[in-house]
């Protein structure tokens, strides 16, 4: 498929998985005076995320229907924003168009996350479509440097910081879920397939059992994109509900990497963050000083 | 304290964590025709592990009272074995003996296990002590290289093993857990402050909850020691109940470091692998090959 038309003027397709950031997009698409059909993916978006927009809803597994949509809307950029849940092939009904995907998809499903979404991105490269990531139509969605709230980490938590950022320059290679909550120097959990808020869940059983011996308000979790990672796809997201499982965990607060960071409801962090005296700060990677 | 006994006709101390491995190596010292006097750590102990043998409950804390019974009973060789719950500095009442040696113990509270134990080994060592490995005293509590029960890894686990072996070695300069789960390539767990028996629930409410779309009966525990770890202290352990969680959360196999990991019951874990249909191999570290 190609498409001559001037850029600006073609409609942005936003394909949706779960959560807020979906509608900050497209409102930020919107705000810019660029038209934007939203593709949410059934089963994994609210519709009241997608109401106010043009959309259609989409199924994994039909890639006919999603190229025809595209066709008759006259989109070529795509920007995929929101949670995305690692599918059950067993859930998916595939049509034509997927079947002569398929030898490509199903490599992409042995390994880590970050290879599936890589071989996904180029599988539509190679369809003359163009990826774009949600934070170049949106800037302001990502997270700056310095703390976002009123509090800002000791030298205690700035060493807990660095430790964690190396930690996870080391497992980056392994595509392991980016993230790790650091105490006093010592390492108290590493995120892979659990996601986020139930690692932070476990932090804060292991210290209501008594298996953790810093003192309350001592730690923080620190997440970083893995190296390498395409922006497009995927950057480590933060929100209210991060912000308040660090607080259930006895945690300080959290450092994210600035400028490769999504936030979703930014006002709403910081208020919860000032409200469970933790902070949330953005800081520079390690590799960027 | 110097001692200028025959090494072999002095007793030898086992200080007692908990589990079953104090009771398996203090029954090979008395095959092997030496007396050893146990201190099981208060707290961390049935007292069922230590009846057989001569014995005297110590407490954290108590240093002064600890180093007058050595002396009584003659011993200067020290073992220590079984598992060690991270104490918590408020439970702890000092002695004398102990607050003159609590600067240094302070430092090694800062920091990981491996730093906290090796800490407290060369307080030891500089008392006069000598500290021997388990696994000198009684090799054949060490997992053996090749498969212990009827099943062995199939080629595709055997590449979830190397790339689990090379994530532990990653992890490894940051006194993490050393246990990781990897099905397919793609990391699922790693250990943290939880421990491995923590770690296999979560992989086992991952599956129930679909949220891991491997079949079940793929992916791997891989178990190994931190680099420069050392093996009079801390040996990775496997047991019976391991197995269990292996089978549990739906795992081929276990593999751990051959010569470098402890089994409690050996028979137990063969019968129970057996009848789990999981395999449990000790192999080679890939630093070895």
Wanted: net charge positive; hydrophobic share 45%; with cysteine.
């Amino acid at each position: 498929m190609t498409d001559d038309a001037p850029k600006a003027a073609a409609s942005l397709a936003i394909i949706c998985g779960g959560g807020s950031l979906p509608r900050v997009v497209a409102e930020a698409v919107d705000r810019a005076g660029r038209r934007c059909v939203l593709f949410p993916i059934r089963g994994w978006v609210e519709p009241a995320t997608v109401a106010a927009f043009p959309h259609h809803w989409i199924d994994l597994g039909k890639y006919g229907r999603f190229r025809r949509l595209m066709q008759t809307e006259g989109c070529r950029d795509i920007v995929f924003i929101g949670t995305v849940l690692r599918p059950s092939l067993a859930q998916i009904r595939l049509d034509w168009e997927t079947i002569k995907t398929l030898p490509a998809i199903f490599r992409a499903f042995r390994g880590g996350d970050n290879h599936l979404l890589s071989t996904l991105g180029r599988i539509l490269d190679g369809h003359g479509y163009r990826l774009i990531g949600a934070h170049e139509i949106a800037p302001d969605i990502l997270v700056p440097e310095g703390p976002l709230g009123r509090l800002a980490p000791s030298a205690r938590d700035e060493a807990d910081i660095a430790l964690a950022l190396d930690l996870l320059r080391a497992t980056s290679p392994f595509d392991v879920g980016q993230a790790a909550v650091i105490a006093d120097r010592h390492v108290l959990a590493v995120e892979a397939a659990e996601g986020t808020d139930r690692m932070l869940e476990r932090v804060a059983e292991l210290r209501r059992q008594g298996r953790i011996q810093t003192r309350p308000g001592t730690g923080v979790l620190v997440k970083a994109a893995k190296i390498g990672q395409d922006h497009r796809f995927d950057l480590p997201t933060i929100g209210p509900k991060t912000v308040e499982g660090v607080g259930r965990a006895g945690l300080a607060g959290i450092a994210v990497v600035a400028g490769a960071t999504i936030m979703a409801e930014p006002q709403e962090i910081v208020r919860r963050a000032d409200a469970a005296s933790v902070f949330a700060i953005g800081v520079r990677s390690l590799k960027a000083q």
